[in-house]
């Protein structure tokens, strides 16, 4: 109800769209995950390495393997260099489930 409502007054920033985003992922709804992602207005927010590394992680441990590569893929099409924690997320998916 609290990201909701910030959302609707506009009181949303990157840490909060990456900590609601990790919650869902705990939650176990990567699907929230992406929803929540992909709407995001703000272009600044939706292209920053932490809100996607936020859903590759959600991605990552819920299983959705091909979506996770998908938007690992997204991100270095938008510009965005990946840090040490996406690759640290790409590689824990690879040495598990690969």
């Avoid at 699907?31 to 703000?42: C, G, H, R, T, V």
């Avoid at 992680?57 to 979506?67: H, P």
């Avoid at 099409?77 to 690879?94: E, M, R």
Wanted: charged residues 20%.
């Amino acid at each position: 109800q609290l990201f909701a409502w910030m959302q609707q007054n506009e009181k949303t920033n990157i840490a909060s769209y990456s900590g609601y985003i990790k919650f869902t992922g705990k939650s176990l709804d990567p699907m929230k995950a992406l929803d929540i992602y992909n709407s995001i207005k703000d272009e600044l927010t939706r292209n920053n390495v932490s809100v996607c590394n936020s859903v590759l992680d959600c991605l990552v441990k819920n299983g959705k393997f091909e979506r996770c590569l998908n938007m690992f893929h997204q991100m270095k099409q938008a510009g965005l260099k990946p840090d040490i924690v996406t690759y640290s997320t790409v590689i824990y998916f690879f040495t598990h489930y690969y």
